[in-house]
């Protein structure tokens, strides 16, 4: 499985951004995606995860009520909208497939949110 993240950029606070994770090679057996984050000097983090078949989701608690992750299954394609983003939320976003034990995971996007 291949994983691609786009959509990370430069924001001001308060502002939006939608990434996007297109996966590509066997997708059929992804149980779980989700998004991850890095920020300087930190461990990765668990942003949102969301269940492939029935779309079930989990957020980390910073982000809930302000990120909304989802899948387009017939695209491949995972998202993940972030609104009301904070200077917190500076980070490098991974993208992560889980299939038969074995996790994926893309080069990641960088998001910089600024003041």
């Known amino acids: 499985v291949t994983l691609v993240e786009s959509g990370g950029g430069l924001v001001q606070a308060g502002g939006s951004l939608t990434l996007s994770c297109v996966a590509s090679?066997?997708?059929?057996?992804?149980?779980?995606m989700g998004w991850y984050r890095q920020a300087p000097g930190k461990q990765r983090e668990l942003v949102a995860t969301?269940?492939?078949?029935?779309?079930?989701?989990n957020y980390a608690d910073s982000v809930k009520g302000r990120f909304t992750i989802s899948r387009d299954r017939a695209a491949n394609t995972m998202y993940l909208q972030m609104n009301s983003l904070k200077l917190e939320d500076t980070a490098v976003y991974y993208c992560?497939?889980?299939?038969?034990?074995?996790?994926?995971w893309g080069e990641g996007t960088p998001v910089t949110v600024s003041s």
């Open positions: 992560k497939a889980s299939l038969l034990g074995i996790n994926y």
């Open positions: 090679g066997s997708t059929l057996s992804i149980n779980v």
């Open positions: 969301i269940t492939n078949r029935g779309g079930r989701t």
